[in-house]
């Protein structure tokens, strides 16, 4: 029993240092910068929603990483965001799991 509980152990330390690591990864861009160029559409948004852990965490430790891009188009930036977010935080995750009835 305990050589499982060690392994556990294991196993959530080696995903928090993946974690970590890979939410080092997170760029931010400057303002300035951001509003000489194009506008972000609906797969930047997808693309930001489902980087938004890794963006939240880096936020925490710097602040010149957003989690929210300020030039975008609108509605389908937001769409795409909140779709990405929901692909990794388990949107729905509730009812796909529910078991029928037989």
Request: glycine residues 12%.
């Amino acid at each position: 029993m305990k050589t499982e509980n060690s392994i556990n152990y294991i196993f959530l330390i080696a995903g928090l240092a993946t974690f970590l690591l890979i939410s080092s990864c997170a760029e931010s861009v400057a303002v300035n910068i951001n509003f000489a160029t194009e506008n972000y559409g609906f797969w930047s948004g997808l693309l930001h929603g489902i980087i938004l852990p890794f963006s939240f965490i880096g936020s925490l430790f710097n602040d010149d990483v957003a989690i929210y891009a300020i030039n975008n188009t609108g509605g389908w930036y937001d769409f795409g965001f909140v779709f990405g977010a929901s692909i990794i935080f388990g949107g729905g995750g509730k009812s796909a799991s529910r078991k029928k009835d037989s």
